[in-house]
């Protein structure tokens, strides 16, 4: 999965003073070209100022010493400007632009488009889960932050004294929440507070944050470190610390009893129109749940079926579900040490780098590296996240990945996660976008998950047609990987619109596939605190094998699958109706 949050599903942007004059007014004389490219640079700084922590995460440093404002205010200024681009990018005839002009307009309409449905919904007044939220973030943020100049340090300390305010605002709009009901489900607030109360430290040397200390350049001089180490111990403990303990006494003390019983958002105002929201906004594509349900129902048994033959090859006796349960229990598929399963990826990473030009016509320039994700967050995060490299060249893509309870991790999945998560998955897909000479920001740095997620998972498997899948172990790894997102498919509409409890979930979940126990149980905590986001991974990767089966069947034996995913990969991550034209558009 690429970082969860990734982009996030409702960011809100505060209007730039004047900004309206940029894209709608004084450029009457301007071209289309011209016109349509200051709609873009508006929007992108307007989204950069509005999340300064994703500003620096993606090597946009304007905005580096301030935090977000996530009052009803900017948001409802959004809105408007939201409606404002739209008007401006309609009146812009696509018949006077390039090709590429029309499809960055084409992307940029169906994103406002698709936030402006969803206004109604007011998903902002639940600002934070296990998953994602300005707890998680701000802690995160020492990883991507400048600490090489004086600038760098002031910015830093700016935006760690400016938390306080951000928390008060955090739970003012909270608290609107619980005057609307738009409450998330209290097991959800329940995996929240382990994760505030770990980062509110009586000492500014066990927060996640003094690593900036940590990464001053080594030429700093030790009088200017301990000055520089002195004030942001002073900012933590004052500001930081206390900041995370009031967030903390506010979600145990007023949040969490206000929080549902129930895990669905079915059982939220607007519940089930909102589902459908969220099921269209993730894939892009006009499914009911029910079809979703369905497909991923009937993609389960087919992988079953692969995976059974798995059972029969390698000589189990017993059946599928015993040897799901071998595969849990059994020592010999557990890591055993967090430096081990650092080890095993390495090694992974080298054998699948030396292949990729098997698969790929062009590779990117941007490197990719591994980090073991942080205890803060480990318990409650999933097996590895992808964070694409920033625009400023500062850092390689990195992969973070899971050593929490390393026994507990199993090895022969170890192949699929990587392949997903870094190469030929994501970190192609990211790094590859990024390189586009002219590419506009927004489209850059875009994210849609039934693209992005679902050419990940497409590339789980693609190792094994350059022979890397030599295990039997490891490719039924990939196919309990495949299987855990068709299930996704079948658990998040279950839970989400067929009323399912979350024991029925996890049951369903451990019938049909070898996860152990304790992922489950996290991942489905995830599909409860973050509706319809699970199912873009199949609905994409299904889209982009059947595009893949258009063309084979098209070229017949003149069919080269390296221009194939270099077309896919060119288009950049683009709604699914979006990179089906582009891609039947194309000549072979």
């Given at each position: 999965m690429a970082r969860g949050l990734a982009f996030g599903l409702l960011i809100m942007l505060v209007a730039a003073p004047g900004a309206r004059a940029g894209f709608l007014g004084g450029d009457a004389s301007a071209g289309p070209s011209q016109r349509l490219k200051g709609i873009f640079e508006d929007y992108w700084t307007d989204l950069?100022?509005?999340?300064?922590?994703?500003?620096?995460?993606?090597?946009?440093?304007?905005?580096?010493?301030?935090?977000?404002?996530?009052?009803?205010?900017?948001?409802?200024?959004?809105?408007?400007r939201d409606r404002d681009r739209l008007a401006a990018l309609r009146a812009i005839e696509p018949a006077r632009l390039s090709a590429d002009e029309r499809l960055d307009r084409e992307v940029l309409i169906f994103t406002l488009d698709d936030r402006l449905a969803g206004e109604r919904f007011r998903g902002h007044l639940v600002p934070m889960t296990q998953q994602e939220g300005l707890h998680l973030?701000?802690?995160?943020?020492?990883?991507?932050?400048?600490?090489?100049?004086?600038?760098?340090?002031?910015?830093?300390?700016?935006?760690?004294?400016?938390?306080?305010?951000a928390v008060d605002e955090t739970i003012a709009l909270i608290r609107q929440g619980i005057a609307e009901k738009r409450v998330p489900p209290r097991l959800t607030m329940e995996r929240v507070l382990p994760q505030l109360r770990t980062l509110a430290v009586k000492k500014a040397e066990e927060s996640p944050l003094w690593g900036f200390v940590e990464r001053l350049p080594k030429e700093c001089a030790d009088a200017d470190r301990s000055r520089v180490a002195a004030e942001v111990r002073r900012a933590?403990?004052?500001?930081?610390?206390?900041?995370?303990?009031?967030?903390?006494?506010?979600?145990?003390?007023e949040y969490i009893p206000a929080c549902r019983e129930s895990v669905g958002i079915w059982d939220t105002p607007d519940g089930a129109e909102f589902y459908a929201y969220l099921i269209k906004s993730f894939t892009t594509l006009e499914l009911t749940a029910d079809q979703v349900h369905e497909t991923g129902l009937r993609e389960m048994a087919r992988n079953r079926e692969a995976s059974d033959a798995i059972r029969k090859r390698v000589g189990f006796e017993g059946d599928l579900k015993a040897f799901y349960q071998y595969l849990k229990t059994s020592p010999k598929f557990k890591n055993s040490s967090s430096k081990g399963i650092l080890d095993g990826y390495t090694a992974i990473f080298e054998a699948i780098d030396a292949q990729l030009p098997r698969l790929f016509g062009r590779l990117p320039r941007t490197d990719y590296a591994l980090k073991a994700i942080e205890a803060y967050r480990a318990k409650s995060a999933a097996g590895g996240y992808y964070y694409p490299a920033p625009d400023d060249g500062s850092r390689?893509?990195?992969?973070?990945?899971?050593?929490?309870?390393?026994?507990?991790?199993?090895?022969?999945?170890?192949?699929?996660?990587?392949?997903?998560?870094?190469?030929?998955?994501?970190?192609?897909?990211?790094?590859?976008?990024?390189?586009v000479p002219g590419r506009p920001a927004f489209r850059k740095f875009g994210y849609f998950p039934a693209y992005s997620e679902g050419w990940a998972l497409y590339s789980e498997s693609l190792p094994r047609?350059?022979?890397?899948?030599?295990?039997?172990?490891?490719?039924?790894?990939?196919?309990?990987?495949?299987?855990w997102r068709c299930g996704r498919l079948v658990v998040d509409t279950g839970i989400h619109h067929k009323r399912w409890t979350r024991a029925q979930a996890i049951q369903y979940l451990e019938e049909n596939t070898a996860v152990p126990r304790l992922e489950i149980e996290s991942e489905v905590d995830r599909y409860i605190a973050w509706p319809g986001q699970?199912?873009?991974?199949?609905?994409?990767?299904?889209?982009?094998?059947?595009?893949?089966?258009?063309?084979?069947?098209?070229?017949?034996?003149?069919?080269?699958?390296?221009?194939?995913?270099?077309?896919?990969?060119?288009?950049?991550?683009?709604?699914?109706?979006v990179l089906e034209s582009s891609m039947e558009a194309q000549k072979p």
């Open positions: 950069m100022r509005a999340d300064p922590l994703e500003a620096t995460f993606n090597g946009d440093h304007r905005f580096d010493d301030r935090l977000g404002d996530p009052s009803e205010a900017a948001l409802k200024a959004r809105n408007q973030k701000f802690a995160q943020s020492v990883n991507f932050h400048p600490a090489a100049t004086a600038g760098d340090v002031e910015n830093y300390l700016r935006r760690l004294r400016a938390f306080p305010k933590i403990e004052e500001h930081v610390s206390p900041g995370y303990e009031k967030l903390a006494r506010f979600v145990a003390s390689p893509g990195l992969f973070y990945v899971n050593t929490f309870e390393p026994k507990s991790r199993p090895t022969y999945t170890m192949q699929a996660l990587a392949y997903h998560e870094a190469v030929p998955g994501h970190h192609l897909q990211f790094a590859l976008a990024l390189e047609e350059v022979g890397l899948y030599t295990d039997p172990y490891s490719e039924l790894g990939q196919l309990e990987y495949n299987a699970a199912l873009a991974y199949k609905i994409g990767e299904l889209k982009i094998r059947e595009l893949r089966q258009r063309a084979e069947a098209r070229l017949g034996a003149a069919f080269d699958l390296r221009a194939f995913h270099d077309r896919v990969l060119a288009v950049g991550s683009v709604p699914l109706v």
